[in-house]
């Protein structure tokens, strides 16, 4: 079990870090055994990705999520990437409550980016937020089935507002509910205004 609280002295600190390394090492094992090594040698799980599911996991798991087995990889890949493409395609059209359908409506929604890790979907900004990109660029769309009713997702984008352009990685994790599949993670992190696209 990993441990959320702040630890109040360095031993318990390194401890923690110990912790949260294993935890890490051990995911990269499960993920290994259980796709094949070509499979793995072309997927790259960021770093970032993994600590903000390990992050995930200090959070309770919502009632309404359906961890039933009876799903398939195959059929989690395709209805994933479906609600990956509608959370996409909300943007373009600026639905926003469209766009906010595809989130799950729950304290463990998770928002990850280069200000930090922060939960919770009542104070998210991006339910009051008025803005849109003025145009966004998806590419090299991917998915990865984790475990039955979890997927991973990740997409390179380029987004350009009032002049300015950037790009970078956006990463999600969809989770199947008793009321359809939804984004239960979302991560953006950008290069320096005016860099350069260098995803692959």
């Known amino acids: 079990m990993i441990s959320c609280a702040v630890s109040r002295s360095s031993r318990a600190s390194s401890v923690s870090s110990g912790n ?3 935890q890490s090492w051990r995911l990269r094992l499960r993920l290994r055994n259980h796709f094949p090594q070509r499979c793995m040698a072309r997927t790259k799980i ?17 009632a309404h999520v359906d961890s039933s087995p009876s799903s398939s990889p195959a ?5 994933a990437r479906r609600l990956f493409e509608e ?18 409506h729950s304290s463990t929604l998770a928002r990850n980016g280069p200000s930090g890790l ?9 339910r009051r937020d008025s803005t849109w990109p ?18 991973y997702g990740s997409y390179c984008y380029t987004v350009t507002q009032k002049d300015t352009t950037s790009s970078g990685v956006s990463e999600r994790i969809f989770v199947k509910t008793s009321e359809g599949w ?10 320096a205004a005016g860099a350069p696209a260098q995803c692959k």
């Open 20 to 22: 949260r390394s294993r």
């Open 182 to 191: 939804r984004i239960a993670v979302t991560t953006a992190f950008g290069l």
């Open 87 to 104: 959370n996409i395609d909300a943007i373009h059209k600026r639905d926003r409550a469209r766009y906010l359908a595809t989130y799950l």
């Open 118 to 126: 922060e939960f919770g979907y009542d104070n998210w900004s991006a």
């Open 134 to 151: 003025d145009t966004l660029i998806a590419r090299n769309l991917r998915v990865l089935p984790i475990t039955p009713g979890v997927v």
């Open 75 to 79: 059929s989690d890949t395709i209805e």
């Open 46 to 62: 960021s770093s970032t990705w993994l600590v903000t599911l390990l992050a995930v996991g200090c959070a309770p798991v919502p």
